[in-house]
């Protein structure tokens, strides 16, 4: 079962892992995490990130290292990580990696209620799903390419190896599913519980 954290927010362990090698002001936090492209996986914008590192602060497992004055940018202030939050993100790092904890995708609650749409219509609308999962496969694809030949070591591109995976294994479901979907027999069973269903439906109204 997970733990009940004081600073929940996946942004939040980001940021404790960025302090991890240095000391850092929120807006190099953020920059960070566009140029290692861990906002993919990791929504937020400037207002989130600079709540965030307040919470932090607030939990006691960041701490305030030294403000930053210069004539040309507005003071910045730069957070270091405190004993207490290395060993929160430690913590919460191994459970993440060790324990599965079942999440609630779009894709699954559409999946759960497929049924009460029209055979033909549900074919139609998959088939679109593919195309789109086709071009982000290659574009993730590409993207691993890219990092790879600029010498970025494998361990920091996992997290695109794992959307790979994940991509994968949905475009084989949706192929067997759009399989299922043509299957006369399903067809006629589908036609039967809508169709009578609904004429017993008026006959009662």
Known sequence: ???????????????????????????????????????????YNRGSLYMVVEQLRKAGFITE?????????????VYALTDSGRAEMYDWMRELVSQPEHEYPRFGVALSLLGVLEPDEAIRLLRERLLALDATAAEIRSNIATARESGVM???????????????????LVTDLIDGLRDPEYIRAWREFFEEGTKSWAGEQ
């Open 1 to 43: 079962m997970a733990k009940r954290r004081a600073v929940a927010n996946p942004l939040a362990l980001a940021v404790l892992c960025g302090l991890v090698v240095e000391p850092l002001h929120p807006y190099e936090m953020g920059k960070r995490l566009k140029e290692t492209g861990k906002d993919r996986d990791i929504k």
């Open 65 to 77: 290292q030294e403000t930053v004055r210069d004539t040309a940018r507005p003071e910045r202030t």
């Open 154 to 172: 494998w361990v920091f591109l996992i997290e695109e190896d794992y959307r790979l995976a994940l991509l994968q294994a949905e475009q084989r």
